[in-house]
């Protein structure tokens, strides 16, 4: 199994900023696809941030203008900005890598972010 190591969650009050972090090991050919979920007591998971091996991005509605995500090719790791967080935002984010040749699709243990009012 391939360890995903994520980092940056945390307890900050509405308004305020974090940045989380997702490293893969190196060993790992190609990923594709590096991307953010979360999921908020009861509910599902739902997709905050996505980003491609060239660049292109996708962002849940609820985080458009307020999350930014970046990826690192050379170090195999993922960045996601959160800016102007909300109580809503709180939950346990979730780091995925994808690859296509090979197939592959890994899942980090989460990390928890609560953001307080």
């Known amino acids: 199994q391939v360890q995903l190591v994520e980092s940056g969650g945390g307890l900050v009050q509405a308004g305020g900023s974090l940045r989380l972090s997702c490293a893969a090991p190196g060993s790992i050919p190609s990923i594709n696809v590096m991307g953010w979920y979360r999921q908020a007591p009861g509910k599902q998971r739902e997709l905050v941030a996505v980003i491609t091996r060239i660049g292109s991005t996708n962002y849940g509605d609820s985080v458009k203008g307020r999350f930014t995500i970046s990826r690192d090719n050379v170090k195999n790791t993922v960045y996601l900005q959160m800016n102007s967080l909300k109580p809503d935002d709180t939950g346990v984010y979730y780091c995925?890598?994808?690859?296509?040749?090979?197939?592959?699709?890994?899942w980090g243990q989460g990390t928890q972010v609560t953001v307080s009012s």
């Open positions: 995925n890598v994808q690859g296509l040749l090979p197939h592959f699709d890994f």
